[in-house]
């Protein structure tokens, strides 16, 4: 029923003379780049580049500017009708962040959802549904029964799934063009190149990818092509061999790139957070302290508690058992404004659910904290509520008007005003969760910076962080957890790549 084998002369994509302009913003201006069979062609640029709009476009959800076309094989569309009717049918798929995928169903029922099974008399032949499915997962190189309920799987291997399923009506219409949004933001440091070596592999046998991502290491070690988008502008359609990261980095950002170095930190002995045996949910009796000036993160697989154990401490998910102080002070269990008010500040991992106020403006949602700094004589200050937004817009390098929604950011830029606001409240300990998750390179230093301010004034910060070279960056100490226990902890130097794979990788549970 199913294969996985690909048509080497699949068409090309050519993108010529695409813009599309939102009020007030023109997202992309004339992109023209192509797109060639059997690549593996990555899409880059800073945050509020285009990259989301390009997808969009190509996906039939926006329509662009009158003028511009697009290219596949021999026909040629017009850009301001394509809809997303037109894209499924010519076998453009997507595989984004949020796979959509059933945790508790098998990858079989997950892989043929919405679908037709395949019948013999009598019903379903879920003998032959297993096979087609278990021959399309072996074509992607994926080491996976069809037969397993996916939340058992690896994360990694759940991207395979999702992408299986795009595959699966390969044989009625072609799969031309495989999109891949940001795929491997939320896999564990190790499971990532494995994924990644598959779908180069997958690239080699005919299938033409588009991969978009902020991970630059990954483009330069697994892309044939790089286009580059700076404003809505493209750059540079080259093969990935002619960049190099410094390269590649300028001209993401148009100027050379700033070295990023560690600061010496030196942490005081006063202790700004205490967790004592912290128990609810995943967490099992967790202890431990984090002093004034020091940055602790806190290292674990998908599914360890890293993130419950942030919410806990913030008040977000209210704990069976355990106590947390702040500088000395108890805070109240699942208590949020006790815990803001006793100096505590969080920037969660799912900030379009948890902490953007998506129908507020930038400025609104900066000062939503602090909004009573700019109340006097029951009068609200607005200049010095804007005067403050500008500072932070440009502090953080925000694109975007601080009048408008917050909606219409790009994320990496939602992401860049999220954490300027739990900044602004100057907290004694700053919990955050994936922080530059999305975030552009750029950004990403000018976010480093932040903490690392904070931390020299005194703050406590605690870590979730799945990209290691962040960690290594920010650390102080690490805690591991497993299975919601901490297991051991590093600090200075001990901290290592080779530390971290030894105590974190080495728990995980075999897949089924
Ligand atoms: N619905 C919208 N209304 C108004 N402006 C929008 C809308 N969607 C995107 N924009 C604007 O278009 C520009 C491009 O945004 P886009 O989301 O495509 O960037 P991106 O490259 O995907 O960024 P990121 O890396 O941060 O996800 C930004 O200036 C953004 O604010």
Not at 2 to 23: C, M, N, R
Not at 298 to 311: E, F, H, Y
């Amino acid at each position: 029923m199913f294969d996985a084998t690909v048509d080497a002369s699949a068409s090309a994509l050519s993108l010529v003379g695409v813009s599309k302009t939102f009020p007030g913003t023109r997202a992309l201006a004339d992109v023209s780049f192509s797109i060639e069979p059997g690549h593996f062609h990555a899409l880059v640029g800073g945050n509020g580049s285009g990259k989301s709009t390009l997808i969009k476009i190509l996906a039939g959800v926006y329509g662009a500017d009158r003028g511009g076309s697009l290219r596949l094989g021999d026909a040629t569309f017009d850009v301001e009708r394509l809809s997303p009717r037109w894209s499924r049918e010519s076998g453009i798929r997507f595989v984004h962040q949020d796979l959509g995928l059933f945790p508790q169903l098998t990858v079989t029922e997950n892989v043929l959802a919405g679908s037709s099974y395949p019948r013999r008399a009598g019903g379903l032949d879920w003998g032959e549904a297993h096979r087609s499915v278990q021959r399309l997962l072996d074509g992607l190189g994926a080491e996976v029964d069809a037969r397993t309920a996916v939340r058992d799987l690896r994360p990694a291997d759940q991207t395979l799934v999702a992408i299986a399923r795009c595959l699966r009506d390969r044989d009625a219409g072609g799969v031309g063009l495989l999109v891949l949004d940001e795929p491997t933001t939320r896999l564990p440091a190790d499971e990532v190149e494995g994924l990644l070596r598959r779908l180069k592999s997958y690239s080699q046998q005919g299938q033409s990818i588009l991969y978009v991502t902020h991970r630059l290491d990954e483009v330069l070690t697994y892309a044939d092509t790089i286009t580059v988008l700076r404003d809505g502008r493209h750059v540079d359609t080259r093969p990935a061999a002619e960049h190099d990261r410094a390269g590649l980095v300028a001209s993401i950002a148009g100027h050379a790139p700033e070295d990023v170095n560690r600061v010496s930190r030196t942490a005081s002995d006063a202790v700004v957070l205490s967790v004592r045996g912290l128990t609810g949910g995943p967490l099992k009796d967790i202890s431990f302290d984090v002093n004034s000036g020091e940055a602790v993160a806190l290292a674990g697989l998908v599914g360890s508690g890293r993130t419950s154990l942030l919410q806990n401490i913030f008040g977000a998910v209210r704990p069976r058992s355990g106590s947390v102080e702040v500088a000395g002070l108890p805070v109240r269990r699942g208590h949020v404004a006790d815990a803001i008010a006793k100096g505590l500040a969080m920037v969660p991992e799912e900030r379009g659910r948890d902490a953007a106020f998506q129908s507020l403006s930038v400025s609104d949602n900066l000062s939503a904290t602090t909004v009573g700094r700019y109340r006097r004589g029951g009068w609200l200050r607005r200049s010095a509520e804007r005067r403050d937004a500008e500072r932070d817009v440009a502090a953080y390098g925000i694109k975007g008007a601080i009048d408008a929604p917050i909606s219409r950011l790009s994320g990496g830029n939602q992401q860049k005003a999220i954490i300027a606001r739990a900044m602004r409240t100057s907290p004694a300990v700053l919990l955050l969760d994936e922080p530059t998750q999305g975030v552009d390179v750029g950004a990403r230093a000018d976010i480093y910076a932040q903490i690392d301010a904070a931390v020299a004034a005194g703050a406590g910060v605690l870590l979730a962080t799945s990209d290691l070279d962040e960690l290594l960056y920010l650390a102080d100490r690490v805690i591991v957890l497993v299975d919601g226990r901490v297991t051991c902890e590093a600090s200075g130097d001990r901290i290592t790549r080779h530390w971290i794979f030894e105590n974190v990788y080495q728990h995980e549970k075999a897949p089924k």
